[in-house]
């Protein structure tokens, strides 16, 4: 692993820590720069080894395992939890670089690319989800937010999903057009 | 270890952590949380003095038999404790008519008791049309304050134009001086059932 990665995981955390307060003034940046922030740290800490063995083929233990963590770091209880309580801060600290970022680097490159296919596409649904329920909510869903807070949390997961739909399918519309898979009928015969 | 058995366990204890920070999937919010652990552990409401609108005191909890429901407001508020005022009045009625009047008493409590003096909490009964017989406008001691919200598990943030948002609910406490059931402002029918059912 190279110092630059270990200098920048360090940075990213510790920047994390030291504007825990602002950032987590406004669910926006709690959210969409805290906490990704925290899991680029992990990602960024996967080192080769990490996750090279067997138990780890195709990357499935490894995405399960990223999966799970961010799943329980998008429930509202989690969010208000770690806004009151330092405890349950340090675990989102903690947890967010170890268990998610980590293990998505882990198991993102050794995942088939379907399987990779089939992760962007839940990533960008549930991202859809999460920004309808933010602005169509007639409740408050975090205590320690306002309900325009709220609001403006949705356009950002909104934002968001565009953003990677954006990224992930452009490359597929311009430059070299993909080969079809070993195998398939080119059409050329 | 085996692929498959790493992926099981990574899904069984992903699945273990999920199911405790829900309760069981019941309650994925903090209100949610809080709505459940009242019904199942019914915590005692600590002894504390309230000023009502006409200068008197009530106490917290009654300790005389009654029921009581409070709902957290403050006077200065523009949008959810009009409403909330409004099903406070209703269920005043609900009572009156039910014959319940000596049974039950309703409380809207001031979080901002800074503000809301005795002449404040006296123009909120009145524009909501609290007389005090039944239902009154208090405000605690201000150094009360926070473990009276702690108890009741509200939340208030400033809203950045001089007002507050919070959680606001009706919550009833038994004559047995517990917090039972915390319900929607506007849940009439379900506060009437739920203080029955604490009645003797």
Redesign the interface.
């Known amino acids: 692993m190279t110092a630059w990665r270990i200098l920048a995981a360090a940075v990213l955390i510790g920047a994390g820590v030291a504007l825990r307060g602002p950032l987590e003034a406004h669910p926006v940046t709690h959210m969409l720069v805290q906490m990704p922030g925290l899991a680029l740290a992990g990602a960024l800490l996967a080192s080769p080894a990490i996750g090279s063995?067997?138990?780890?083929?195709?990357g499935?233990?490894a995405l399960?395992?990223a999966?799970?963590?961010a799943?329980?770091w998008m429930?509202?209880?989690?969010i208000?939890?770690a806004v009151?309580g330092p405890l349950v801060d340090a675990a989102k600290f903690a947890t967010l670089p170890l268990l998610a970022g980590l293990p998505l680097a882990a198991g993102w490159r050794r995942a088939h690319p379907l399987l990779r296919g089939f992760l962007k596409a839940q990533a960008l649904s549930m991202l859809g989800i999460l920004a309808f329920l933010y602005t169509h909510a007639p409740?408050?869903?975090?205590?320690?937010?306002?309900?325009e807070d709220q609001f403006r949390l949705g356009i950002g997961f909104l934002a968001v999903a565009v953003a990677l739909a954006v990224l992930w399918t452009v490359p597929l519309l311009v430059g070299e057009a993909p080969r079809p898979a070993a195998g398939m009928p080119t059409g050329s015969g | 270890m085996r692929a498959w058995a790493a992926s099981l366990a990574v899904a069984v204890a992903g699945v273990a952590a999920l199911w405790v920070a829900t309760d069981g999937l019941a309650a994925l919010t903090t209100e949610g949380a809080r709505r459940l652990a009242v019904v199942r552990d019914a915590p005692v409401v600590p002894p504390r003095r309230l000023q009502t609108m006409d200068g008197g005191q009530e106490v917290l909890p009654a300790g005389d038999g009654r029921a009581s429901l409070i709902e957290f407001i403050y006077t200065s508020c523009p949008t959810i404790c009009q409403s909330a005022g409004t099903a406070m009045a209703v269920l005043r009625d609900r009572f009156a008519t039910a014959g319940l009047a000596t049974q039950v008493r309703l409380l809207s409590v001031s979080f901002d008791p800074e503000v809301d003096d005795v002449p404040q909490l006296a123009s909120y009964g009145e524009r909501h049309g609290a007389d005090g017989s039944i239902w009154t406008i208090a405000r605690p001691d201000p150094e009360d304050l926070p473990e009276l919200l702690d108890t009741f598990g509200v939340t208030v943030i400033p809203d950045g134009f001089g007002g507050y948002e919070h959680n606001a609910a009706i919550l009833v406490v038994g004559p047995d001086g517990r917090l039972h059931t915390i319900l929607d402002v506007e849940d009439v029918a379900g506060a009437v059932a739920a203080t029955r059912r604490l009645l003797p």
């Not at chain 1, 063995?53 to 195709?58: A, L, P, T, V």
């Open positions: 063995g067997e138990w780890n083929r195709g499935v233990a399960l395992a999966v799970f963590t799943t329980f429930l509202p209880r989690s208000d939890a009151s409740v408050r869903i975090c205590n320690a937010y306002l309900a």
